[in-house]
């Protein structure tokens, strides 16, 4: 799978580059789990890396993703994914990414990802059950989700996806065409950080202006 990359502050594609991610993701076959939003059949997929502890990726959920949702997501136009990397093996980290997935489990992922973001980065592992009452969970069964550290596999598995991408930190993003994904023609666009709103949106309306390949 071949992906361009990010330099010096712009989106470049890089001439003659070719950087192939082995069994990365292919967007045509994202499962919808709880952790998209937006139109499935949308023609751009973004796909996020993202810990919940990392101060980049609380810029990107603060000052851009409000944007990209407005203009993209919530007009058909880019589905959205959340993946997890949290940056070490263990610690608050891992533990804001199993108690997303514990609220995913009773379709309310989304409501803790924003609460996890809207906590500025100061997150405790005590924390995240108050975080479940204050989001309507059922508390007993988030509790023992969270206990069992439930979903591990499932969040480091999102991280190795991304180190296959070429990401070794945090946030990092991936756009494709949703019904192809990556080609040798249309290679996805890796942008490594939080860039801001506008090398999002020159890149997604670039994509947008072609004719998405066929499937």
Not at 27 to 52: K, N, Q
Not at 65 to 78: E, F, H, M, S
Not at 108 to 136: C, N, P, Q, S, V
Not at 177 to 204: L, R
């Amino acid at each position: 799978m071949i992906f361009a990359s990010i330099r010096n502050s712009m989106i470049t594609l890089l001439a003659g580059l070719a950087l192939v991610s082995t069994g990365a993701v292919q967007a045509g076959t994202i499962a919808d789990d709880g952790r998209i939003r937006g139109r499935a059949d949308a023609p751009i997929t973004l796909v996020e890396y993202s810990d919940f502890t990392c101060g980049y990726c609380l810029k990107f959920f603060r000052d851009t993703l409000p944007r990209l949702q407005a203009k993209y997501i919530d007009t058909g136009k880019v589905k959205f994914v959340y993946r997890d990397y949290p940056r070490t093996d263990r610690g608050v980290g891992v533990d804001a990414a199993v108690a997303a997935r514990c609220a995913g489990a009773q379709g309310r992922y989304w409501a803790m990802h924003d609460r996890l973001f809207t906590e500025g980065g100061r997150l405790e592992t005590g924390a995240f059950k108050g975080f479940a009452k204050a989001i309507g969970l059922d508390q007993a069964a988030f509790g023992q989700c969270f206990d069992e550290r439930r979903h591990l596999e499932s969040i480091f598995q999102d991280r190795q996806e991304a180190n296959r991408w070429g990401f070794h930190g945090t946030p990092g993003f991936i756009l494709m065409y949703t019904a192809a994904g990556p080609t040798e023609k249309d290679p996805a666009v890796a942008i490594p950080g939080a860039f801001p709103f506008e090398a999002f949106a020159e890149e997604i309306d670039r994509m947008l202006s072609k004719k998405a390949p066929p499937s």
